[in-house]
């Protein structure tokens, strides 16, 4: 998992995209919320999340950087990827 949200975290800044960490690890009511926006009882951290908009999980993310689709997978407006803050949970 902390590989995993690492390479997030890499890939973010690499790109200047502002986001926000989560840390789900000594919050059940944070982790229950997690789950909830991903619409899975048993999802696991990284979860991405624009806003109330759920993006996905890691392997979603890794396959958006691949295709070159990130803005369009973290649901950001416009053509430059510096849009509002976004969470992720962990």
């Known amino acids: ?16 995209i ?6 789900i ?5 944070l982790r229950e919320e997690m ?5 899975d009882p048993k999802a696991i951290p990284p979860q991405i999340v624009n806003g109330d908009q759920y993006c996905g999980d890691y392997e979603g993310f890794v396959e958006a950087v691949e295709q070159n689709i990130l803005q369009q997978f973290l649901k950001l407006p416009g053509p430059r990827a510096q849009g509002s803050p976004l969470p992720l949970a962990f």
């Open 25 to 29: 690890s000594q919050d059940n009511a």
């Open 18 to 23: 502002k986001y926000e960490l989560v840390d």
């Open 35 to 39: 789950r909830a926006k991903a619409g």
């Open 1 to 16: 998992i902390k590989s995993q949200q690492s390479e997030v975290m890499r890939v973010l800044d690499g790109k200047h």
